[in-house]
């Protein structure tokens, strides 16, 4: 049958609320009774607590309740509980929380938190990763190694900052070295870096008298903030009630947890009153989650005809204060540092530590960009060594059908064309011959190709519940949370496909609540087309079951002579239909005797056969789906200025089935632009005293409309993926993996230098350029 | 309490400030409960609080309340009335120019500024106007084409 709705470019579902300003955000509600939040901050990197003067804030107009720290025993956590929600006895970063102001108004609570007064012996910090994982560094968590934690996955090195090291152990790499003909080698950094999203995070939280508590929040994983709550103050995770409005992006800052225990730990002082904090932007960079934060090497061995023997890699992430939303970044770091190729011998290790800087967390992508800078950069060196081209390089060893990747697992043919997405992207930018170097320009192309696999629990599941009404009309619910990634059209396309209805019948409503909501694990690691459109297909697939038995009830037949098409179903030998709707309810007579079951259903899917990866290897089955691409650009770099301009960027992804292809075009002009703010514009800098500085745009530059490529060509390769609904895989995330290699590779070739640390921004070039020059 | 009298969609407001310092956003959001105006920085810089003032787009988190005394403020609320989207809310729908939604209310107010005002705008000013607003999502090719798309449709 021919797809009606799927593979369509329909409109965005949630697009005219959005334009007419309707659609509801976090910062948007009021709730009743509701007092303002404020956050006073610790102002410096690392000290002891000696006291906190909260009386003067007390005494203030407006003022209801000032919480701090104080007598708090609670941490909370996911897999490492390591973090209070606000400073106890030390703290640990600048921007951690030491008190809240709850008061009437927000003016109100914030001229108290400048009332209060809090005193700290000031201790030694660290913010580098490589030398806060060194002995004799600051010891940020006396108590590191002994934090309660999911043993098999969290390895932390007790006595050092160092609290998780995950090793990757495939083959003998110092065999594969001995028999390479050629070796390359750097020292990478991918800098701190804010996720950055339009909208600041915000929570509102409210207990009640009777012992439930309630919280609305600008988060990307209802049921994991529900469970730590519960976890945190200790009550059924049925009496915590999460509600997750519109989200003005996400891309990986809000999901897990951050902000929200802070809020209901204030909360919890002042029941029967509903708490508000809405970050400043400013809070954002310093006191939500940031991203990357790598500092690494890597050494890739080859043959002269450019096979790769083995890689060997070391990453150190200055994950910030507390650890529990970095070692997941860390571990996937080291999974995928390899890129999309085999290399039959690979040591890495890769070490979270504590820092007393922001907290790391999930950023577009996380753990890619910063591994497959390294390799995609190696790959380039390599390939002048070597006097091929990238390209040449890259298809030697491409990952594909009965290859071995580095967790050992074996390639297949659905995995992707590999070959496919570079040759498109070699065409798309061969159409536009390099411009001749001038006076005033330098011109550079870059190639690189990456992969990635969506980190997850291993019991990572989506469930869909869908209900069918009297008219015909459905609605389909699911917990993927709608944060610009357009969720919510693509679950609506795919409902309709299953039930073969107009999309106009079907529904899907952004607001998840985990009190009616079906349970999914959180939305990350583009996982909501492909694992919540399987939950969708069983789900749907359950209503036409019930509407076939009900139908051959009333003709007296077997379920399995009925059919069913578009929307209803059809008797064996008439011809005769009964529509979703007449069944909806069960079928009634004229008399009003009523036979069969209601249509509703619910459906899941778990990418299956997922473990953590061995804790002594590091190997194992522990990424269920792999998606493959290629990007390249062709670039401009003023000698004058400093200043780059992309003239051409070409990506090319094997989405196994585009389910949207312009809102799939979408998450790839989006990535680029945001992968290009990262080579080029993006790092959170620190004073000497240890406090994060550009905290606010423009201070911290993220792209503008004429930073943007001038020209962007995506093309969508798509091989049948049977895992996937409809052979859709995830593609969200994977336009930012190779924009940092892909422009640096370019930047090499205009200028000739290796650039290997981010940002590269126009006084780097200037400085390199000069120094080049001097030679 | 001092007070502000102003014209708020078409229709007179008066809004009682609270003491110290107050924003025209706030006023907005937390008075008026007209909620489509976005904050996204507090200052100025990614232009989600854009607003009509005075038939000039002006960013509502840095405009102080008390200088908007007589004004006449348009709000993303206004551009809609009676359920027909605007042809700006249309271009942004029909070129796929959303996708979050949050820099969406502010980057319309901006361009119905411009585009009521001067309907022949070049390609260069509506660049110019489109790059004082920040967008995370859309990389703004999009955001570009539904601006060309408004201009057209709005000289129709």
Known sequence: MTLQHVGKSVPRVDAVKKATGEACFVADITLPRMLRAKVVRAGIPHGKILSIDTSAAEAMPGVKKVVTGQGCSMLFGTCLWDQPPLAVDKVRHAGEAVAVVLAETEN???????????????????????????????????????????????????????????????????????????????????????????????????????????????????????????????????????????????????????????????????????????????????????????????????????????????????????????WPVDTV??????????????????????????????????????????????????????????????????????????????????????????????????????????????????????????????????????????????????????????????????????????????????????????????????????????????????????????????????????????????????????????????????????????????????????????????????????????????????????EVKILHFASAFDVGKAVNPATARGQVTGGVVQGMGAALMEKILFTDDGVAKNVNFPAYKIPRLKDAPEKQTVVLLETPNPEGPWSAKPMAEHPIVAVAPVILNALRDATGVEFTTLPVTPDTILEALGAKEAR | MPVLNFTVNGVPRTVHLEEGRVMLSSVLRDSLGLTGTKVGCGTGQCGSCTVVLNGRAVTSCTTPAEKCEGADVLTIEALAEGGVLHPIQQAFVDAGAIQCGFCTPGLIMRLYALLTVNPDATDDILAEEINKHLCRCTGYEAILAAARLARERMKK
């Open chain 1, 108 to 326: 109100q609570a914030e001229a108290a938190a400048k009332a209060v007064k809090a005193e700290y012996e000031k201790l030694p910090f660290v913010l580098d990763p490589v030398e806060a994982a060194a002995p004799g560094a600051p010891l940020i968590h006396e108590k590191n190694g002994s934090y309660r934690r999911v043993e098999y996955s969290v390895h932390p090195v007790p006595g050092t900052n160092i609290f998780h090291h995950y090793k990757l152990r495939k083959g003998e790499s110092e065999k594969g070295f001995a028999d390479a003909d050629v070796t390359v080698e750097g020292e990478f950094e991918f800098p701190i870096s804010s996720q950055a999203p339009i909208e600041p995070h915000g929570a509102i939280c409210r207990f009640s008298a009777d012992g439930s508590m309630e919280i609305w929040a600008s988060n990307q994983a209802p049921f994991v903030l529900r469970d730590v709550l519960a976890d945190m103050f200790t009550i059924p995770a049925s009496k915590v009630r999460v509600h997750i409005p519109y989200l003005g992006g996400g891309f990986g800052g809000k999901s897990d947890v951050s902000i929200e225990p802070l809020v209901a730990y204030a909360a919890s002082f002042v029941p029967g009153y509903a708490v508000k904090l809405v970050l400043t932007r400013k809070e954002v960079f310093t006191s939500a989650l940031v991203g990357r934060g790598m500092k690494g090497r890597m050494k890739i061995g080859a043959k002269k005809d450019g096979t790769f023997t083995a890689l060997k890699a070391e990453m150190y992430f200055a994950d910030g204060a507390y650890g529990d939303t970095g």
């Open chain 1, 333 to 642: 770091a080291g999974h995928n540092c390899t890129g999309p190729y085999e290399f039959p011998h690979v040591t890495v290790d890769v070490y979270g530590t504590y820092t007393n800087s922001p907290i790391v967390g999930a950023y577009r992508g996380y753990g890619h960009p910063e591994g497959q800078l390294m390799s995609s950069r190696l790959i380039d060196r390599l390939a002048r060594k070597l006097g091929m081209t990238p390209g040449e390089i890259m298809r030697k060893n491409f990952l594909s059908e009965g290859r071995q990747n580095a967790l050992g697992q074996v390639i297949k043919k659905s995995h992707g064309d590999l070959p496919g997405c570079l040759a498109a992207v070699e065409k798309a930018l061969d159409e536009t011959p390099l411009p001749k170097n001038d006076d005033r320009f330098l011109y550079g192309r870059g190639i690189a190709s990456m992969m990635k696999s969506p980190k997850m629990a291993a019991n990572a599941a989506s469930t869909c519940t869908v209900q069918v009404n009297a008219d015909g009309s459905a609605f389909v619910n699911l917990s993927g949370i709608e944060m610009g990634q357009g969720v919510q059209t693509v679950f609506a396309q795919m409902a309709a496909e299953a039930l073969q209805i107009p999309m106009e019948k079907v529904k899907s409503y952004p607001d998840v609540d985990t009190q009616f909501s079906p349970w999914e694990w959180q939305t990350v690691a583009s996982m909501q087309t492909y694992r919540g459109g399987r939950a969708i297909q069983d789900a749907c697939g359950q209503i036409i079951d019930i509407a076939r038995e009900t139908a051959a009830k009333v003709w007296n037949c077997s379920p399995s002579l009925v059919a069913y098409r578009n929307g209803e179903c059809v008797h064996p030998n008439t011809g005769e239909t009964l529509s979703l709707g007449r069944l909806a309810r069960g079928f009634m007579a004229p008399d009003g005797l009523t036979i069969g079951a209601p249509l509703g259903a619910t459906g899941w899917y778990r990418v299956p056969g997922i473990v953590e990866p061995d804790p002594e290897t590091g190997m194992g089955n522990a990424a269920g789906s792999w998606t493959f691409g290629s990007q390249g650009c062709t670039l401009r770099v003023d000698r004058q200025t400093g």
